[in-house]
């Protein structure tokens, strides 16, 4: 794991919105230069550093946003130290006439990720009908592994890269927290607030042979623990208050399901379709690696 004197995941994600803010939502005046002076400097030093990273700016991708912001301030600056540099009102006005030439791409890239996510919500929709339809009861966990806040300044796509492919080559094995395991599913965001890199993974039991989805949560969480060396942390929904608030409401789709039970199997689809949900666009990867999957699922195998 990289130490870094910057959070790149929350760097990245402040770029992106503030790119968004200006193009979409009418961010001028004060507040654009305030966010530029607070966030120029800082980027400019995670994007250019070589001291902290393994390996070159050029190996990693950015959203269309940031590259906006990139091509736009390197144009404006041109040479000038990032540490040099004010955003006053005349050079925050020019950004945003840069800016604006690039907001063609950025909605481009908008309209293909939610189309690439409906095609992904097809496919899994398939996939889960069989798994479900494959057996008369299914266990379904669903689990949200993340990072500690304390501990996100330290982590770059890199780290986040090598520990969801640690996780899911555990889960291929099937051994321990993955026994019995008869399909799974993994989606790859980081966070609009915050930007936290996090995953979101939901996972199909044999429930003759598995019985307490609570534990297998926990043993789950416990287990992106130990993947990550103790920066990483989860939420699961498996507790019993929160079950049975869901419950009550003829919502809940984890747990055990019956495939004889029409409003089972429709909840355990809605758990299943917040992977590939078309409208959380703001949580997509603002920076990721080349070739780097953010979506997958298991392959069905009938029996």
């Not at 501990?151 to 520990?163: E, P």
């Not at 004889?260 to 992977?275: G, I, K, M």
Request: proline share 1%; hydrophobic share 30%; aromatic share 14%.
């Amino acid at each position: 794991m990289s130490h870094l004197t910057y959070n790149q995941s929350k760097l990245t994600n402040d770029i992106d919105k503030l790119v968004k803010n200006v193009l979409f939502k009418n961010l001028r005046g004060k507040r654009l230069q305030d966010q530029l002076n607070d966030l120029y400097r800082p980027f400019m030093f995670m994007y250019y550093s070589q001291d902290a990273l393994t390996y070159s700016q050029d190996s990693v991708n950015y959203s269309q946003a940031i590259n906006a912001f990139m091509n736009s301030t390197i144009t404006l600056i041109g040479s000038e130290y990032p540490c040099d540099v004010i955003w006053d009102y005349e050079r925050s006005q020019k950004l945003i006439t840069k800016l604006l030439e690039y907001k063609d791409s950025i909605m481009r890239e908008c309209y293909d990720w939610r189309y690439q996510e409906s095609q992904n919500q097809k496919g899994l929709e398939c996939y889960f009908k069989n798994l479900i339809g494959n057996k008369s009861r299914v266990l379904v966990v669903f689990i949200e592994l993340k990072y500690l806040k304390n501990q996100r300044h330290h982590l770059t796509i890199h780290d986040f890269y090598n520990h969801i492919k640690k996780l899911r080559k555990l889960i291929s094995k099937k051994n321990a927290c993955f026994k019995h395991l008869t399909g799974y599913a993994w989606a790859l965001e980081q966070g609009y607030k915050y930007g936290g890199f996090h995953c979101h993974l939901v996972l199909t039991y044999d429930n003759s042979k598995r019985y307490s989805d609570w534990y297998i949560a926990k043993t789950i969480g416990e287990k992106w623990q130990e993947v990550t060396e103790g920066i990483g942390t989860y939420h699961s929904s498996h507790d019993t208050e929160t079950k049975y608030s869901f419950e009550k409401n003829g919502k809940l789709g984890v747990g055990r399901i019956h495939r004889d039970n029409p409003q089972e199997v429709q909840n355990a689809f809605t758990v299943a379709r917040y992977l590939t949900k078309s409208d959380k666009y703001d949580q997509k990867l603002k920076v990721w690696l080349p070739k780097m999957q953010t979506f997958g699922h298991g392959k069905f195998k009938e029996k």
